[in-house]
């Protein structure tokens, strides 16, 4: 019995863990693909190339970064060229 309860107090607390990296996760590619959107619109008025970043942000997967407990929310778009506004610069439509 002692044992059946330990694995519910594990399994509920990996859950809660679970719940609140989701939230975070979340919160991030939010704020990623407001930035993202942004940074397009000003490529779209200046006639840059700008579908590259919706790549680009797309090359990390939701689920990875849910799953990699061990890495940092913030560091998967650490160094993103995505967010920046330079690398739009080198391509013109």
């Given at each position: 019995?002692?044992?059946?309860?330990?694995?519910?107090?594990?399994?509920?607390?990996?859950?809660?863990?679970?719940?609140?990296?989701?939230?975070?996760?979340?919160?991030?590619?939010?704020?990623?693909?407001?930035?993202?959107d942004t940074l397009v619109k000003q490529d779209i008025k200046q006639k840059k190339e700008w579908m590259w970043r919706y790549d680009a942000f797309d090359a990390t997967p939701w689920d990875k970064m849910l799953w990699q407990i061990w890495k940092p929310v913030g560091s998967f778009f650490a160094d993103a060229k995505c967010?920046?506004?330079?690398?739009?610069?080198?391509?013109?439509m």
């Open positions: 019995m002692i044992y059946f309860l330990i694995g519910i107090g594990i399994f509920i607390g990996f859950s809660l863990m679970m719940s609140e990296r989701k939230k975070r996760v979340n919160r991030e590619f939010l704020r990623i693909l407001e930035t993202i967010c920046s506004k330079k690398e739009g610069d080198k391509n013109e």
